[in-house]
């Protein structure tokens, strides 16, 4: 088989790391609109050649599109239109507006709309790694929408990854992400932004900072080309997230105001029942 | 050398693991109010045995206080009451409160006060471990009020425990926290809320939960027991490092409410500006 991977980033790059060492593929071509990513990509050997759009879709039996939400949609009707046989997939944190942009094209049925729900705060090639994926799931939206053995495919890929799989609509997914990944990058990028203004001294917050500061700042690392699309497409179910979490802490504040420690106590108590799904 | 612990959660007891370990204690006595924690302590083998306080300081050459800042503050006047040459340090995460509650004792130089920057979401002796504190900051306060030898001591143990001593005024120290790890806390503890009060289907958070939101929400799980009376003690440098969080968020929600893009992209790039200090 014969993989071609739009976008060798983090997501893409690691893809092929894995697929190459478990599944035994043919060959892996890349695409990348940006040269230094697409050198760095050859020489770390997370693609056999380089080749341009027209030409790695040709050549593959599966196309894989790993570049920011933005880029997905305004390249997949324009992808589909050369598709023949091929699947195609794409790997994008947000589902909807995507699904969306092709929902009638007349080959919609060769793509698979999934989101893998794994990353790190770095990017680009060199960010690949082959402990990727492992243990966590992966979102299929919209089956009914793709041909059977298109969806076959996709959860080969993604249970070869170790992931298991999770079925939901496009519009169900970008809710339930919005609550547990998306608005969790928002806290983040703000606590780095609170941080930044209110300590004026670099050092202390680099000599005092402990685990817990850097489990909740770590994400505020992320890549700003992959995440603002994210919340351009997912906003107004980002948005209602963030709404309720400053609610949330507005209570906390309002009880170190009041010095009512009673209702902290509980609040304290009631956020330690996450704990029963998070263990 | 003989180390009374006072407190065998996971900070006292993994004090005592490390240091048993790396410093070659004659005896590690043990006190905890709660029979059960006494008990798992000893079976552990965290200390040799298990006094009353009197007992315990009265063997020991060394006190250490691990307990939550409000059972410290209201136990420390009373344990300098009864010390003779001992050195007495304790651990908490907030400072100043402690530090003026022994301010005009007559032996308030055989106290250090100190903060090992080091914990995790998980407590009781059963938290307990060896690969505790290293690499991580000890911060003392105040070390113009103790006696030389008694500093001396405490920058040893912590040194053994593979940390760097930082000092600071207590009150230096009770603002810094409030941004490093007082505030990251909360943000926790509220986005758990968040997660809790919007999602309804459990499984969704179970199934979809990705490395981004564990490390987010991980801190949501820390003990209310120890946490409540920090931020009891910390109350005014918390909040307003939580107004100015609140004040970053709405900017975040403005940003989506307007559609205003372009700022939001500025807010993610200065977020990432995090990234000179946190490597």
């Given at each position: ?84 046989g ?23 049925s ?17 960010a ?5 994926f492992a ?30 799989i ?20 928002i ?58 979490h ?15 420690f ?18």
């Open positions: 088989m014969n993989v071609s991977i739009i976008g060798l980033g983090l997501i893409g790059g690691s893809m092929s790391l894995v697929l190459r060492d478990k599944l035994g593929l043919n060959q892996i071509i890349g695409v990348d609109q940006d040269p230094v990513h697409a050198r760095e990509a050859l020489e770390l050997g997370l693609v056999d050649e380089v080749a341009g759009l027209e030409e790695a879709v040709a050549k593959a039996d599966l196309v894989i599109i790993a570049v920011p939400v933005n880029a997905t949609e305004k390249i997949l009707p324009g992808l589909l239109d050369i598709v023949t091929q699947v195609v997939m794409d790997v994008g944190s947000a589902k909807a507006m995507i699904c969306r942009s092709v929902k009638d094209h007349p080959r919609r060769r793509f698979v709309a999934s989101h893998p729900m794994w990353g790190t705060e770095h990017s680009g090639p060199s690949a790694r082959k402990e990727a243990g966590k799931a992966a979102v299929i939206c919209n089956r009914e929408q793709s041909d059977n053995d298109a969806v076959e495919l996709v959860e080969k890929i993604y249970t070869t990854l170790g992931m298991h999770v079925n939901m609509s496009a519009e169900a997914h970008d809710l339930h992400t919005a609550y547990i990944s998306h608005v969790s990058h806290t983040s990028f703000a606590l780095a932004n609170t941080v930044l203004e209110k300590e004026k001294e670099d050092d202390k917050i680099f000599e005092l900072a402990s685990g817990g500061f850097e489990s909740t700042v770590r994400l505020a690392k992320s890549n700003p080309q992959m995440w603002l699309p994210i919340f351009m497409q997912n906003r107004e179910n980002v948005l209602d997230v963030l709404n309720e400053i609610a949330q802490l507005k209570k906390f504040k309002s009880c170190l105001e009041k010095e009512n009673e209702y902290l106590g509980e609040l304290i108590n009631h956020a330690n029942t996450i704990r029963r799904i998070l263990k």
